[in-house]
């Protein structure tokens, strides 16, 4: 089936491909959009609390996101530190900022495919 059929078939609307990409394992979601999204906010604010705040997402979830990562990495994504005179906080480690430039990359390339196909349906 060629490009030609299916514009043949659509009505002239505006149409594209989408899609979302993640990375995921026997063991579910690894690292997509929002676990992006919140390594890159642990990261500005130091804290998963604030970080799920600024999500509009339960700590719960996000230490479970957390807890997810660290699962699956070979070593820890994020440090946290209790207590103490300041309080607690986080960090993103090395590996971590490693994989989110890994996901931008990829998202980049899957956006020109994307971008690609959808070209391919406008055209007759």
């Known amino acids: 089936m060629n490009s ?3 514009t043949q078939i659509l009505k002239e609307l ?3 491909v989408a899609g979302t990409l993640w990375i995921e394992s026997k063991e579910g979601r690894f690292l997509g ?3 992006v999204e919140l390594l890159e906010r642990i990261s500005s604010t130091g804290s998963i609390n604030k970080a799920a705040k600024e999500m509009g997402m339960s700590y719960k979830k996000a230490w479970e ?4 990562l660290n699962a699956q990495a070979q070593k820890p994504l994020v440090l ?3 207590g103490g005179e300041k309080g607690g906080g986080a ?3 090395e590996e ?3 994989l989110i430039e890994y996901h931008r990359l990829m998202r980049e390339r899957f ?3 994307l971008e690609k196909e959808s070209a391919m349906l406008t055209q007759p």
């Open 111 to 113: 956006r020109a495919f």
């Open 33 to 35: 959009p929002g676990r």
């Open 91 to 93: 960090v993103v480690t």
């Open 4 to 6: 030609n059929t299916i």
């Open 80 to 82: 946290t530190q209790t």
């Open 96 to 98: 971590a900022q490693q």
């Open 14 to 16: 505006d149409f594209r």
């Open 65 to 68: 996101m957390v807890s997810s």
